[in-house]
């Protein structure tokens, strides 16, 4: 046994080496976000500034998108350019190459919208309280990722001031596919101001592609935050709800050395009902997830961490924590094969050169 877990730590050194390599950060990306929370908006105004204080500094198809931007509005009550999203996202052509901010006035949308690839630079602003979408779309009969009630494969999408649910009935382990996405992000580059996902299991499939989360609610089941992205979830609470079967917040999809992704929640809140969820589990051979500066309930497992039954991929995870604080953070009952960082080795996860941001992220719309 001892023999085992010097070869589990010397593999793990390894692929600490790998990852930190892997993770480059820019001189301009660098700003640490601060170890405490009173500090995190200034942070975030010194480094999002809006586009009159970047010119030159971002992705220039996104400067010139942002140059000439367009409202559309859409209201429930017909007082809009129109009356569903749907038919708002519809109306932007393919090829678009300017921002378009989608208005959503107050009130439910009971629609599934999709928005291809070919459509970028659009914007879903909902009011200060809000306006919902909702759908109740399942894997039984889409499959789990084309479930959701909010798809969207283009790059450079933004949403701020959303709720966005999936209405499907919470999977009771006997209906197959009963598993219900609320949203899938696939496009790069892609930024969440104040939005909540509802769901059980697989609530938000953060696929792929560079995306920054703040100040956003989600909660679920069973890998409620699941896929391939590459993001930062700052601000953010994660609710665990109480469920007979097992409760997993992350599975983080990273397959190999070579896939340079991975989830980074810092100064987030982990919350909920029961006891018992794990931050993530090996759902994949090599999953990369870090959460630092969190507090965390009692509904968390000592244990923190699963393998999913699959004790060879132990010396391959990065399941890393630094300095969270709560009943559910202490290091003493963790799994040998999850790691409390040092201050230098969690630094790549917290700095917008995780994903890069400095070339593309702008601080959230304006009504």
Known sequence: MAKRLNIISLAQCTILAIVLAAITVSADDATPIPDTPDGIQAWFDANVKPLADRAGTLEKALEAAEATPKTIKVRADGSGEFKTITDAVKSIPA??????????????????????????????????????????????????????????????????????????????????????????????????????????????????????????????????????????????????????????????ARETEAQDVGYSFVHCSVTGTGTGAFLGRAWMPMPRVVFAYTSMTEVINPEGWSSNNHPEREAQVFFGEYKNTGPGAAPAGRVKYAKQLTEEEVKPFLSLGFIKGTSWLLPPPKA
């Open 95 to 252: 090829g678009n190459k300017e921002r378009v901010i989608v208005d959503i006035g107050p009130g439910t949308y009971t629609e599934k919208v999709t928005i291809e690839r070919d459509k970028p630079f659009i914007t879903f602003l909902g009011p200060p309280d809000k306006a919902t979408l909702a759908f109740g779309g399942t894997a039984a009969e889409y499959g789990t990722v084309y479930s959701a009630t909010l798809q969207v494969d283009s790059d450079f999408f933004v949403a701020s001031n959303l709720i966005i649910q999936n209405t499907a009935p919470r999977p009771d382990g006997k209906r197959a596919g009963a598993q219900a996405v609320a949203f899938r992000i696939g496009g790069n580059m892609a930024a969440f101001y104040n939005v909540k996902m509802l769901g059980f299991q697989d609530t938000l499939c953060d696929d792929k592609g560079f995306h920054f989360f703040k100040d956003c609610y989600i909660e679920g089941t069973v890998d409620f935050i699941f896929g391939s992205g590459k993001s930062i979830y700052l601000q953010t609470e994660i609710r665990v709800l109480a469920d007979a079967e097992q409760t997993v917040i992350t599975a983080q």
